[in-house]
């Protein structure tokens, strides 16, 4: 099993700046991506970014400019550098980490950005 512990969520006015970070942990093996997803109230859960362990990036248009994704391959983890922040960025943030044939979801960190 594969543990992913995040952190770095909370409250922050519009134009400010959150770090996300996810640390995995148990079984790691050979981790093809790891990425950021979030979910509003009322909507589906989608993309933010993605990285792969080469350091290939993804983004969805709506952050592009704004959010930054990394990776530490030593440590396992990955971050998310978020500026700028809008009103509509705000919603529960997951990790998603993906090893060979299986995904791993994350518990999930609140972002709330008041206008």
């Known amino acids: 099993q594969v543990q992913l512990v995040e952190s770095g969520g909370g409250l922050v006015q519009a134009g400010g700046s959150l770090r996300l970070s996810c640390a995995a942990s148990?079984?790691?093996?050979?981790?093809?991506?790891m990425g950021w997803y979030r979910q509003a109230p009322g909507k589906q859960r989608e993309l933010v970014a993605t990285?792969?362990?080469?350091?290939?990036?993804n983004y969805a248009d709506s952050v592009k400019g704004r959010f930054t994704i990394s990776r530490d391959n030593a440590k396992n983890t990955v971050y998310l550098q978020m500026n700028s922040l809008k009103p509509e960025d705000t919603a529960v943030y997951y990790c998603?980490?993906?090893?060979?044939?299986?995904?791993?979801w994350g518990q999930g960190t609140q972002v709330t950005v008041s206008s």
């Open positions: 148990g079984s790691i093996a050979s981790i093809n991506s």
């Open positions: 990285v792969t362990t080469s350091g290939s990036t």
């Open positions: 998603k980490l993906d090893q060979r044939l299986q995904t791993y």
